[in-house]
Structure formats: structure tokens, C-alpha cells
């Protein structure tokens, strides 16, 4: 049977989508699947590994976002990347790419009984085909899986926003989530993680950066410095901004003995994806008679599984 989920939605603007997360309780957790490149009619992807996710997600609860090349929709009669090799055998027919869109959105409705599935957002291989074949594989996804269901999962853009929040004995909490796809590579010696530099530069409001396209996953908090005022004065405050590569769950390696990223000399990439999950952190703050103070956070903590 459908279950109550401990959050609700609702969509700000094209690209900025806000949780509204519910408790009972400063003890409540909250868990979200953050993952990325699931390119899940390709025939190198782990579909087992993603099922296995969406199954624990819907059976606890947890919500889910993709961030992006959702698809690989690499097959299509002028792509220049096409291989016969690539196709699984149910979407090899003149209507492939209407064939690939409506069996992966079939495939994810029927996992996402409980409306967990939050929010589909494009990456470079969805904004390939809405360039050059006039369609939007992630709009399409979504308003098949909306149909006829009491449920509502949103598509984002290549990048957005998502803002968690949360009211509570008199008292609002925010965390803001900044998602990019990702572009360039990952170079073998650093993976992709100098990338974190130039993201906190331009995107200093959010608390967690999320990207994905490398198929690297890792997790790298940036602690800094921020001058504050409030009623107490000006004063500094330590903060975190956390920066995760979300993985993929497409393998092209296999055991390394041909294929692309074999030719490019690219190592073998571990598949999966990332766990978030939010909670209020209780820490003691002097008052500004020199009192000390209850104070909460929400705060994020991740996990790599798959």
C-alpha cells in the first residue's frame, strides 16, 4: 500500500523546486537518493543495482533525485555514436526513440507507487536529443509517469536549485541544494574533484553542490568563513559547503578488453550512487548575555551505497 512520505513538494519556477520536509519531532530524519546518470537503456546499464535503489527508497520512505542523463538515447539514426551492439533488442525498430522513452517511463512508474520519485533533471545526452531531434525525453518521462496517478515528479533543468525546508516549535530551518550536470571530464590523477574550486566560487549560497556527467562519486566538504550581523553585531561564523559527485550506473569497462573507454585509456568506475540524509543538529551557542543557548541545524550527512 501507498505510504505517507515525510515531505511534500512544489515547483518555485522551471528550475527551482522546494522540499517541505515534516516531523513530529527534533529527532526526525529525512533520507534522499542523489544520483546521476543512470543512462538506463544503455545495454552497460546495472538496471539491478538501480531497482534495487528505487525498492529501498519506496519501501522507506526515502526521496529520489537524478540529476541528469537519466537516458543515453545514443542509438538514433543520425548519431554519430550509434553501434548496433549498444540497442537492447526490445528498442531495435524504427521507433526506437519513442520505444526507449515510454519503456523507461513505464519502468519507473511502476517503481514509484508512493511518489517518491521527486524530481528527473536533463543532462548532456537528454539536451542532444531535444536539440537535434525536436523532442524532451525528460518532459515526455514525466507527464507519462504523472498520468493517472495522485502523484507528481517534476523535471529540472541541466542546472537548478532545490531548497529543503522545515517549521517547527515556532522555529524555520533552509538547506539549499545547488545541481549542475557537470560538463568537461574527470582526469585520472584528481577525478574530477578541482571542479569543486570553481563551483563554490559562483554558487556561494548553497550549502550542498551536486553534480554528476563524470561518473565519478565522491564527497568533499569545503569548510569557510562567513561575516555575519545580526542583533548581536558582526561577527564570524564557520560553515560547510559539501560538494558530491553523484556516480552513474553505467559500466563501460567491463573486464577491459575493448570499447571506448578502454581505447581512451580510462580506468574501470565504480557504479552507485548517494544517500543524503538530513537531520537537526543540536549544538550549545553563548547568548549575548554570555547565557548559553539550545541551537539547531539541519545538517546533511552522506553515504555511498547502490
Known amino acids: 500500500m501507498p505510504q505517507d512520505l515525510p515531505f511534500s513538494v512544489t515547483e518555485q519556477s522551471r528550475n527551482i ?16 537518493v542523489l544520483a546521476s546518470d543512470i543512462h538506463w537503456d544503455s545495454t552497460h546499464c546495472d538496471r539491478d543495482a538501480w531497482d534495487k535503489v528505487l525498492r529501498q527508497a519506496s519501501n522507506n520512505g526515502w526521496g529520489v533525485f537524478v540529476w541528469g542523463d537519466l537516458y543515453d538515447l545514443m542509438n538514433g539514426r543520425h548519431d554519430p555514436r550509434r553501434a548496433r551492439h549498444g ?20 519502468w519507473h512508474k511502476a517503481r514509484n507507487e508512493n511518489g517518491n520519485i521527486i524530481l528527473l533533471s536533463r543532462g548532456n545526452h537528454e539536451e542532444s536529443i531535444r536539440k537535434n531531434c ?17 502523484h507528481t515528479t517534476y523535471s529540472g533543468g541541466y542546472g537548478g536549485w532545490v531548497r529543503f525546508m522545515l517549521d517547527i516549535n ?16 574527470a582526469p585520472i590523477m584528481t577525478h574530477g574533484v578541482l571542479s569543486t574550486v570553481r563551483m563554490a566560487a559562483f554558487s556561494p549560497d548553497a ?9 565519478r562519486r565522491w564527497v568533499v566538504p569545503l569548510a569557510r568563513q562567513r561575516l555575519v550581523a545580526d542583533k548581536r553585531g558582526a ?23 575493448e570499447g571506448w573507454e578502454v581505447e581512451k585509456g580510462m580506468p ?39
Open 87 to 106: 540497442v537492447r533488442p526490445e528498442f531495435d525498430h524504427a521507433g526506437y526513440l519513442d520505444a526507449v522513452i515510454e519503456g523507461c517511463a513505464d
Open 207 to 215: 550549502d550542498v553542490i551536486c553534480t554528476g556527467h563524470v561518473h
Open 170 to 185: 515556532g522555529h524555520h530551518y533552509t538547506l539549499k541544494l545547488n545541481y549542475f550536470h557537470g560538463s568537461g571530464g
Open 134 to 150: 525536436d523532442s524532451d525525453p525528460i518532459q515526455r518521462t514525466v507527464s507519462l509517469m504523472n498520468y493517472g496517478t495522485p
Open 235 to 257: 561577527r564570524v561564523v564557520r560553515d560547510t559547503q559539501t560538494h558530491v559527485c553523484c556516480g552513474s550506473f553505467k559500466d563501460s569497462f567491463g573486464d577491459g578488453a
Open 17 to 32: 523546486h522546494t522540499v517541505h520536509l515534516t516531523a513530529s519531532s527534533v529527532t526526525q530524519e529525512w533520507t534522499f
Open 268 to 306: 574501470p568506475k565504480d557504479t552507485g550512487c548517494v544517500l543524503m540524509r538530513l537531520y537537526l543538529q543540536r549544538s550549545t551557542v553563548k547568548n549575548g548575555a554570555g547565557r548559553s543557548q539550545m541551537r539547531y541545524q539541519l545538517v546533511p550527512e552522506f553515504t555511498l551505497t547502490r
